[in-house]
T-cell receptor, first 109, second 114 residues
Framework: GQNIDQPTEMTATEGAIVQINCTYQTSGFNGLFWYQQHAGEAPTFLSY??LDGLEEKGRFSSFLSRSKGYSYLLLKELQMKDSASYLCAVLDSNYQLIWGAGTKLIIKP | SQTIHQWPATLVQPVGSPLSLECTVEGTSNPNLYWYRQAAGRGLQLLFY??????ISSEVPQNLSASRPQDRQFILSSKKLLLSDSGFYLC?????????????FGEGSRLTVL
């Protein structure tokens, strides 16, 4: 079966750095996505990786290793507004998105 | 610019009652449209997707149905709700002949079935 694993919850301190990991086993691979979802709201697109390596976008970076079936989302200079769930999703060989359950990130002052 | 709206935002329904959630997209033509359900502690579950008017693909057999009566309108329905239908329902859109993975979501509809 297809599976996306990410930690259920993480806690970090305002101003610090946090890394959220995601491992996947899917039928084919056409890209990995990170979405941010604030409580009670819809997910919004953060990043996309299809080749190995690091993609940087401001305070957020996303890394992919296809051979290891592994990605991480790195958030720097954490702000209270970064408190949210972060969803990892993989586009499989049928171009369907397979979603992880999400990682709830709690930021403490 | 493109916008997506879905309603109602919140509803509480008794078991066995009907359901209708509506979603509309503005500012784009011939979008791909999706209905997802998000249950607590689980990943987004794709329920239906549509690549055009009257074209509906069902991903999960259940007591829900979807219709696309107009290009930018997508409706999720049920004739008789079950307790297990409770959840957060999300409509989403993107464009292109294949799914690129970048989706734009509506505000979501929280359904509680009692």
């Amino acid at each position: 079966g297809q599976n996306i694993d990410q930690p259920t919850e993480m806690t970090a301190t305002e101003g610090a750095i946090v890394q959220i990991n995601c491992t996947y086993q899917t039928s084919g691979f056409n890209g990995l996505f990170w979405y941010q979802q604030h409580a009670g709201e819809a997910p919004t697109f953060l990043s996309y990786n299809v080749l190995d390596g690091l993609e940087e976008k401001g305070r957020f970076s996303s890394f992919l290793s296809r051979s290891k079936g592994y990605s991480y989302l790195l958030l720097k200079e954490l702000q209270m507004k970064d408190s949210a769930s972060y969803l990892c999703a993989v586009l499989d060989s049928n171009y369907q998105l397979i979603w992880g359950a999400g990682t709830k990130l709690i930021i403490k002052p | 610019s493109q916008t997506i709206h879905q309603w109602p935002a919140t509803l509480v329904q008794p078991v066995g009652s009907p359901l209708s959630l509506e979603c509309t997209v503005e500012g784009t033509s011939n979008p791909n449209l999706y209905w997802y359900r998000q249950a607590a502690g689980r990943g987004l579950q794709l329920l239906f997707y549509s690549v055009g008017i009257g074209q509906i693909s069902s991903e999960v057999p259940q007591n829900l149905s979807a219709s696309r009566p107009q290009d930018r309108q997508f409706i999720l329905s049920s004739k008789k709700l079950l307790l297990s239908d409770s959840g957060f329902y999300l409509c989403a859109w993107n464009t292109g002949e294949i799914n690129t993975g970048e989706l734009f979501f509506g505000e979501g509809s929280r359904l509680t079935v009692l």
